[in-house]
């Protein structure tokens, strides 16, 4: 299996780079994030003929989250069990639901493909809200891997986070002064390890940013950050057997502001790890 995420940054602008790089690479399942439309607004037609399923979940304008698939999607799930809401002003646990998060299982592995929130500010309800969010999912995944250890699970998406200072390469993104390399935040990307799961495109590719600012000349002076990822449980890393970022498509004409990541699974010798890259420690 080949498995890819990708903020794509509203589909319908870029719905045709998006399908021809899915074939042109070969990609099986393609988790989105920023489809930036309502569900029944999404562009279809153009991923089935190309061969593609396609589940998706959009409210309006804003966020949006999407998996094309050439294998059946089976149990779609729209927002993870326990997943927080957010609104404006308001406090209390029935806000209403961002449409932030879509699962469904797909040749055996259950995919997630999430939009974290932003935060916007470290003084903004909004950085709170990303917090609890990070947090219920975290709970959501040790909760379905302590049900089904051997569960392969991704969690891909826009994470909205740089873990460490090497996936910051902005020098407007500041810690103590802006969001996605806070502390706090930092801290809860790294609880997922202790939910069963590890990012398993770092030890294939150590460096390298998957998002650059349209602003400022960012992406010529590779000044990106690193915020997407592919985190996987115990059973999918021992798949993975190769893992790419597409820089090349942060290029070119209407681009997302955001690029690929892929990871290249071959399930049918999970079990056999011998010549497999030490992604859990």
């Known amino acids: 299996m080949r ?9 319908r602008a870029r719905v045709t780079r998006t399908v021809e790089f899915c074939v042109r690479e070969h990609i099986d399942v393609l988790a989105m994030q920023e489809i ?51 609104e404006k002003g308001k406090e209390g646990p029935d806000l209403p639901q961002e449409a932030r998060a879509i699962g469904a299982t797909v040749g055996g592995v259950r995919v997630w493909s999430l939009y974290v929130p932003n935060g916007r500010g470290l003084n903004d309800p909004h950085y709170v809200y990303k917090l609890d969010w990070l947090e219920k999912l975290r709970a959501y995944a040790a909760d379905t891997l302590a049900k089904d250890p051997d569960l392969p699970l991704a969690l891909t998406g826009d994470f909205n986070i740089a873990p460490t200072d090497a996936d910051n390469g902005d020098p407007t993104v500041v810690e103590g002064a802006t969001t996605h390399v806070s502390p706090p935040e930092r ?95």
């Open 3 to 11: 498995l890819a995420t990708w903020n794509v940054n509203s589909i």
């Open 36 to 86: 930036k439309c309502k569900t029944e607004q999404f562009p279809y037609a153009a991923f089935e003929e190309a061969g593609y399923h396609v589940a998706a979940h959009g409210l309006n304008q804003w966020n949006g989250v999407a998996i094309a698939s050439r294998e059946p999607i089976e149990d779609v799930e729209i927002g993870f069990p326990g997943m927080p809401g957010f």
């Open 187 to 281: 801290a809860a990307f790294a609880a997922f390890e202790s939910a069963g799961l590890a990012d398993v495109v770092r030890p294939l590719i150590p460096t390298g940013y998957t998002y650059w600012d349209y602003k400022q000349l960012r992406f010529p002076r590779n000044e990106g950050l690193r915020i997407d990822f592919i985190l996987g449980s115990r059973a999918f890393a021992d798949a993975v057997q190769g893992a790419e970022i597409h820089r090349n498509e942060r290029k070119g004409e209407v681009p997302s502001d955001h690029v690929p990541v892929v990871a290249d699974l071959d399930l049918a010798d999970a079990g056999d790890d011998d010549d497999l890259p030490m992604i859990f420690g």
